[in-house]
């Protein structure tokens, strides 16, 4: 699979489908303790708020998407353990 190559996953989804519905690129990763960025008011902003694995940041802004990359990059090692430890892998 291609996530065990990957350090983080990006999800920058804007669609209204995702404030109440699932992705599956959010699940695997999640389930693989990847950090992820995800756009806030969505299901997946829920679900990130229950271990602290990555951050949100505010959808359709591309600056605080930018912004939360480079957060994410410089606390990566406490973003992965979070992950990490969230994962049943």
């Known amino acids: 699979t291609l996530y065990r190559f990957l350090h ?3 999800i920058p989804y ?7 519905g699932t992705s599956n690129v959010f699940t695997e990763a999640a389930a693989l ?3 992820v960025v995800v756009s806030d008011a969505t299901w997946m902003s829920n679900e990130l708020k229950k ?10 802004d591309v ?3 930018a912004a939360k990359i480079i957060a994410l990059t ?7 353990r979070k ?5 049943p892998v």
Do not use: I, R, W
């Open 63 to 65: 600056e605080d998407f």
């Open 51 to 60: 271990y602290g694995g990555g951050l949100e940041f505010k959808k359709g």
């Open 74 to 80: 410089e606390d990566y090692d406490s973003f992965s």
């Open 8 to 10: 983080a996953v990006m």
């Open 14 to 20: 804007t669609h209204q489908h995702f404030n109440e």
């Open 33 to 35: 303790g990847k950090p």
């Open 83 to 87: 992950a990490a430890a969230f994962s």
